[in-house]
């Protein structure tokens, strides 16, 4: 088994890979960043990212997260990137690019099976959900440590528009809401999801899980809600461990 596999973490601002330790869940090399290029377009990604690759010096399998739902290796749908994805094979491109076997997943189930497999997830058994909270609002969903891939309940409606609209980081910050204001709407995001789902926990995933002691007082949903352990590193570790099942199966 290669224990040592580079994950890849694609978003609508960065992209941000290492080499990662698939038998502990840590990242062994710093993780190095290009900016997503604009408009993130499949060509001029795929460049960014084979550039990327380039400098870790690898060969190898590799796993993306990547802001869409994942269908056989193709993206249906474009998160915060170029609609030029939908119906791409993110796989193929990704692949053809590096010259690499590329496997690719949704960013935030990249998160949660880092999560459930080395982080906080672990303490929790049955029907658990992950948020990540950035530029939109990512989910993952599990059941007994199981992915169920693809959710997107960031895409359900509020107030008039999707959820991630009302309750994101970007929204926190474009408006400037304090973080009690900010934190009332994330708690009515988390009150919706509880009411359809009935999970035993939710984990927060994304730059904001480091601040959670700046709005957790504001979140009332009557089941444990943490902050994920692997912060920011979630999505490139997970990527990793996705890439080195795939390429045994």
Same mark, same amino acid.
């Given at each position: ?61 590799? $796993?993306?997260?990547?802001? !869409? ?22 796989? %193929? ?14 960013? +935030? ?7 459930? !497999? ?5 303490? *929790? ?9 950035? !530029? ?17 309940? $960031? ?7 999707? %959820?991630?609209? *009302? %309750?994101s980081n970007k929204t926190r910050k474009s408006l400037d809401l304090s973080w ?12 919706? @999801?509880?009411? *359809? @789902?009935?999970?035993? %926990? ?14 957790? +007082?504001?979140?009332?949903v009557p089941i444990p809600i943490e902050p994920a352990s692997l912060l920011n590193?979630? $999505? ?10 795939? !390429?045994?199966?």
């Amino acid at each position: 088994m290669q224990e040592q596999i580079l994950g890849i973490d694609i978003g609508g601002t960065g992209i941000k890979g290492a080499l990662v330790d698939i038998t502990k869940g840590e990242m062994v090399t710093e993780r190095l960043r290009a900016m997503t290029p604009q408009p993130a377009t499949p060509e001029a990604v795929a460049k960014t990212f084979a550039q990327l690759v380039k400098q870790h010096s690898y060969e190898g399998p590799i $796993g993306v997260g990547f802001p !869409s739902v994942i269908r056989n290796g193709v993206a249906i749908t474009a998160s915060n990137i170029d609609k030029a994805w939908i119906g791409t094979n993110a796989e %193929a491109i990704l692949s053809d690019m590096t010259g690499q076997p590329v496997y690719v997943l949704n960013d +935030a189930d990249a998160a949660g099976i880092a999560e459930m !497999s080395f982080g906080i997830g672990q303490r *929790y058994k049955g029907l658990v959900v992950m948020i990540t909270i950035g !530029s939109g609002l990512g989910s993952a969903l599990f059941m007994n440590g199981e992915l169920i891939p693809n959710t997107e309940f $960031g895409h359900f409606k509020m107030h008039g528009d999707i %959820a991630e609209k *009302y %309750a994101s980081n970007k929204t926190r910050k474009s408006l400037d809401l304090s973080w009690e204001d900010w934190g009332k709407r994330f708690n009515a995001y988390l009150q919706e @999801l509880y009411l *359809y @789902l009935s999970p035993n %926990a939710f984990i927060l995933s994304g730059g904001i899980s480091k601040k959670f002691n700046k709005f957790e +007082a504001f979140l009332d949903v009557p089941i444990p809600i943490e902050p994920a352990s692997l912060l920011n590193n979630a $999505g490139t570790v997970g990527a990793a461990l996705y890439a080195e099942k795939r !390429s045994r199966s």
